[in-house]
Nanobody, 114 residues
Framework: QVQLVESGGGLVQPGGSLRLSCAAS????????MGWYRQAPGKQRGFVAR???????NYADSVKGRFTISRGDAKTTVYLQMNSLKPEDTAVYYC????????WGQGTQVTVSS
């Protein structure tokens, strides 16, 4: 069983920044690749970013250059620094392994609006 707890979302104006955090626990390896995903209203959940155990990162084209994924010292803590936010970034953001396991956390709502 894996527990995933996301936090750090909120309401921000276009151009603003937020930092999301994810704490993963349970039957998850510290060597697992971790990822961030998001689900906008009326859309399917999709990939945002991933970080491999060695530190290699990859991003969806829509967030490249604006978002940065990183891991904490515990390796099962993952962050997503989001800069230059746009209204189209509005979504519920989730973390999980990459590829994702079957269970998901509650997510954290990010709303970008003036």
């Amino acid at each position: 069983q894996v527990q995933l707890v996301e936090s750090g979302g909120g309401l921000v104006q276009p151009g603003g920044s937020l930092r999301l955090s994810c704490a993963a626990s349970g039957t998850i390896s510290s060597t697992s690749a971790m990822g961030w995903y998001r689900q906008a209203p009326g859309k399917q959940r999709g990939f945002v970013a991933r970080i491999l155990y060695g530190g290699t990162t990859n991003y969806a084209d829509s967030v490249k250059g604006r978002f940065t994924i990183s891991r904490g010292d515990a390796k099962t803590t993952v962050y997503l620094q989001m800069n230059s936010l746009k209204p189209e970034d509005t979504a519920v953001y989730y973390c999980n392994t990459y590829p994702p396991l079957g269970s998901w956390g509650q997510g954290t709502q990010v709303t970008v609006s003036s």
